[in-house]
């Protein structure tokens, strides 16, 4: 075989097995050095070139089994190389998150230089961002992008990070498939998002395809790359074998040995198959359960039927009743305070902004000085605070609303509130910013599922199934529930729900300048009717 | 080439190579030849083994290469570096102490 032809397939071969195009370059150079030293020493045996050239080929052998060789040396020189299943197919899974959090650190790195080195208008401080913060929407414009820009990068740099460990390690266009493949589930799986004040990275049930198709193009690149220098290499011969390179070494005992032997003498195939294993099965569990519920959900129609006909409309109109004869005060202590200067939306008809039920049922809200459980509270309108979920809605209300008079010492802070779209319970949806004349301040926060619960939702007492019907928090009690006219008899106790909490005031003997109102920004909307305080 | 090298043969490249390498800088085909002429033939380690075992070597920083123009030949020179150096006292320790205890038992030379 001429020289180049044996050089040629020698590079094809170790570039089809995976080497690095440069590195297959260097060592079919160094192999081409070596063919002709042995055609140099064939010559000064006494051989014509043609003879040389031809006894150095023998001499050599088949080039694609000592390319096949040679791979299986560098792979076995990596770790990457020795535990493909455990490096590309496990590791990728996890990547998507770590890889975003460097993005974000990167970004941050970026956008601290660039205002360092372009000046002050570029600067990004901390009153910028706070004052980002407290305007959601103007806050959503940078932050959507953001995350997206964030996501794009972190999902095309978990997989060109783990390409380039398969292409150093040898491992070949197969594990560099494979890692995109994972790195595609991975990202698919994987969720972040960015609001005001916190930043949500995490694994979801719920997949998004679009992080998972950057990987796939990393992957097409890569294997346009593999065709890209495998076209410009001679084609290998067909047989690669029989010419015993390693000479009885037992290296080469790896390149023949048979799957079921390399599983069992391979400690990292026992850790990594059971680990995908129980992935298996628990995802098949998770499968399972889901089914089962739905299938129990589909099995209970003749319960909620029955508790829909016989006993939700009874137990609505007990809590009514009971919400009605609590709206007697009894105490002459409590002080109400006039929050009329913070309301930013009206309880009468002339409000149009009515973006559900809850808010049409507001309107029939008494207004004035009215008593709700026990408490004697004076309701002018509705302090109306963001949420995120507004957001969505293309809603726009305040963060906070500032410095609502007090100036009285007080035991007990009585609030008449509730919060719209407060799904995530146990979440602080909104605080109380207690000033006090000593300058001291103190802060009450108010939790969805302890204070409150959504604003609309069912005043039954018996579940459907795991649901919470009443909050936890001592000293708080569904103060009020209305229904919009014309929303039928088709769900006569899905009702608006309003809550009085009580709260104990942390400094009794000082006096309270002012309290200030504000939202945590969660998904909640959360919203302010009445204040009264006790002494 | 002969396929007689036993089986119990793994490691001996290693140690055979860093030994000449320790001794100056050298390219391949120099050190299979090398390797026939100084064992007398005793071992036949062909390219398919010097290479892989010299690549090996390279990636554990146990050698390091070069391209050096020699005679108007550009050729890859290998070069022994500390870490290899050590290395191959570690080998030859342990070989000594192997080949010992062999012999000991092959001979029936036991106390």
């Given amino acids: 075989m001429p020289e180049n032809a044996v050089i040629g397939q020698f590079e094809r071969r170790l570039v089809e097995l995976g080497c690095p195009a440069v590195r297959a370059r260097a060592r079919a150079r160094e192999l081409s050095d070596h063919f002709a030293d ?38 076995q020189s990596s770790w990457w190389g020795r535990h493909p299943i455990l490096g590309f197919c496990v590791l990728p899974l996890i990547g998507f998150i770590p890889a975003w959090v460097l993005c ?77 493949a994972v790195c595609s589930i991975g990202c698919a799986f994987s969720h972040t998002e960015i609001v005001p004040g916190s930043v949500a990275v995490a694994w979801v049930s719920k997949p998004n395809w679009t992080w998972a198709t950057a990987p ?7 294997l346009a790359r593999y065709w890209q220098v495998v076209r410009r290499l001679p084609a290998c011969s067909g047989d690669s074998g029989g010419t015993g390179y390693n000479a009885g070494l037992s290296p080469a005992a790896g390149t023949t040995e048979s799957w079921g032997r390399r599983f069992l003498t391979t400690p ?110 004076d309701v002018s309108g509705k302090i109306q605070l963001m949420g995120r979920a507004l957001l969505k809605e293309h809603r726009c209300y305040p963060v906070l609303r500032k410095g609502i008079l007090i100036h009285q010492k007080c035991s007990q802070i009585y609030l008449l509130h509730g919060a719209s779209h407060a799904v995530d319970l146990e979440t602080n949806v909104a605080k109380l910013v207690l000033h006090y004349v000593d300058g001291s301040v103190r802060e009450i926060a108010i ?48 009702a608006a729900r309003i809550y009085q909490s009580a709260f104990a005031n942390p400094q009794p003997a000082v006096e309270i300048a002012s309290v200030d109102y504000v939202s945590t920004l969660t ?11 006790e002494e | ?60 920083d146990l050698v390091k290469s070069h391209r050096k123009d020699v005679n108007g030949r550009s050729r890859n020179y290998y070069q022994i570096t500390r870490q290899g150096r050590k290395r191959l006292g570690d080998l030859s320790t342990e070989w000594s102490r192997v080949t010992e205890g062999i012999a000991l038992l092959v001979r029936g030379e036991h106390a």
């Avoid at chain 2, 001996?12 to 390797?35: F, H, T």
């Avoid at chain 2, 380690?45 to 690549?55: M, R, W």
Wanted: aromatic share 8%.
């Fill in chain 1, 216 to 222: 796939c193009l990393v992957a097409a690149l890569a």
């Fill in chain 1, 268 to 377: 990292t195939y026992w850790i990594s198959t059971p680990l995908l294993l129980a992935l298996l099965v628990l995802g098949s569990l998770a499968g399972q359960r889901i089914a089962r519920g739905r299938v129990e959900l589909l099995n209970v129609p003749a319960r909620l039927e029955t508790l829909r006909k016989q006993a939700w409309p009874a137990e609505s109109a007990a809590v009514i009743a009971r919400i009605k004869s609590r709206e007697i005060c009894v105490n002459t202590n409590q002080r109400t305070v006039d929050l009329l200067p913070w309301v930013n939306v009206p309880l009468d008809i002339s409000n149009t902004n009515l973006a559900g039920p809850a808010d049409a049922a507001l309107l029939d809200l008494p207004l004035g000085a009215h008593v709700f459980g026990n408490t004697l509270f």
């Fill in chain 1, 447 to 494: 939790v969805a599922g302890g204070q409150l619960l959504d604003s609309w939702g069912p005043v039954y007492t018996t579940p459907a199934a795991d649901e919470q019907l009443a909050p936890k928090a001592p000293g708080t009690e569904l103060a009020w529930v209305g229904r919009p006219d014309g929303l039928g008899d088709k769900t006569p106790w899905m």
């Fill in chain 2, 1 to 60: 080439m002969r396929k007689t090298n036993p089986t119990f043969l793994n490691g001996v490249p290693e140690l055979l190579v860093l030994q000449l390498l320790s001794r100056r800088e050298m390219y391949g085909y120099e050190i299979v030849k090398a390797i026939q002429t100084e064992t007398k033939q005793s071992f036949t380690f062909g390219e398919g083994c010097i290479y892989p075992c010299l690549h090996y070597l390279e990636e554990e």
């Fill in chain 1, 104 to 180: 974000g650190w990167a970004l941050i790195a970026f956008v601290w230089l660039a205002g360092h080195l372009l000046g002050p208008a570029y600067l990004v401080t901390r009153e910028t961002a706070h004052a980002l913060a407290l305007d959601p929407v103007e806050f959503s414009r940078y932050a959507h992008p953001l995350n997206l820009a964030l996501n794009g990068a972190a999902s095309a740099l978990v997989a060109v990070l783990f390409c380039l460990l398969a292409r150093r390690s040898a491992s070949g266009l197969k594990w560099i498939a494979t890692a995109c």
């Fill in chain 1, 523 to 533: 998904s909640a909307a959360p919203f302010l009717l009445g204040l009264t305080i």
């Fill in chain 1, 38 to 75: 042995l055609q140099e020493a064939g010559v000064e045996d006494g051989l014509s070139e043609k003879e040389a050239e031809g006894r150095a080929a023998a001499q050599l052998g088949e080039p694609a089994k000592l390319a096949e060789y040679l791979v299986w040396t560098m792979r």
